[in-house]
């Protein structure tokens, strides 16, 4: 039974170039959530999706940061005209179905460096 | 909105001896409280939870107790070994964990052998 799968592992950007994020949560888990860590610092919610819906998107920046979750394929975190304090680890975890006594499991993350 | 405070920031302790780290959070409501394990390249990995209505959980050398009237909880783990060196995040959720997890910003754990 696969876990959470992020890809790419790592990815370079130069400033002002768009940056793609892709996560597929754990078979059977309709629900999305995504967060973002800075070095030595613990995660931070980002937005929170099941299919075709953005539930919360509170802690998402209003400017250049999207997410989809579209009813076929992986989720996205999209990036765009991207700055060097973009740099960070993005985590996606997944739960079966956005009710209490559901634990997030999380993915290996996508390692963002903005030269 | 709700914020998570996680003591100590480091914790070396040595290899058999137990740990333990704490943490408090700020908005009552909060009803669900995990514990990840995040090791070096990894993601966090969830080693144990415990909700609002129970004071205290374990699962073999882990547990976590909860006081919600001083709104802290804690992990324990005990006969440390070197496996568990790795850095631990603590949570909390107002929506049983169905909402966006706030974290500690987290324990760096070395265990000395």
């Known amino acids: 039974n696969a876990g959470v799968m992020q890809n790419p592992r790592h990815l370079v950007r130069r400033r002002g170039q768009e940056a793609r994020l892709r996560c597929s949560p754990m078979k059977g888990h309709s629900h999305v959530y995504w967060y973002r860590q800075l070095p030595e610092e613990g995660l931070k919610f980002m937005v929170y999706l099941q299919k075709e819906n953005i539930i919360d998107e509170s802690g998402m920046p209003k400017e250049r940061f999207s997410a989809e979750f579209p009813k076929e394929g992986p989720s996205i975190l999209r990036i765009q005209q991207v700055v060097r304090g973009d740099s960070a680890a993005y985590f996606c975890a997944s739960s079966p179905l956005g009710r209490s006594n559901q634990p997030q499991h999380f993915g290996d993350g996508t390692r963002l460096s903005i030269l | 909105g709700e914020n998570v405070e996680q003591h100590p920031s480091t914790l070396s302790v040595q290899e058999g001896d137990s740990a333990v780290i704490k943490c408090t959070y700020s908005?009552?409501?909060?009803?669900?409280f995990p514990w990840y394990k995040q090791e070096l390249g990894k993601g966090p990995q969830l080693i144990i939870d415990?909700?609002?209505?129970?004071g205290e959980k374990k699962d073999q050398r882990i547990a976590v107790t909860l006081n919600k009237t001083a709104k802290h909880f804690s992990l324990h783990i005990t006969e440390t070994q070197p496996e568990d060196s790795a850095v631990y995040f603590c949570a909390a959720s107002i929506g049983g964990g169905a909402d966006g997890l706030t974290f500690g910003k987290g324990t760096h754990l070395i265990i000395q052998p």
């Open positions: 908005d009552s409501a909060s009803n669900y």
């Open positions: 415990i909700r609002s209505n129970v």
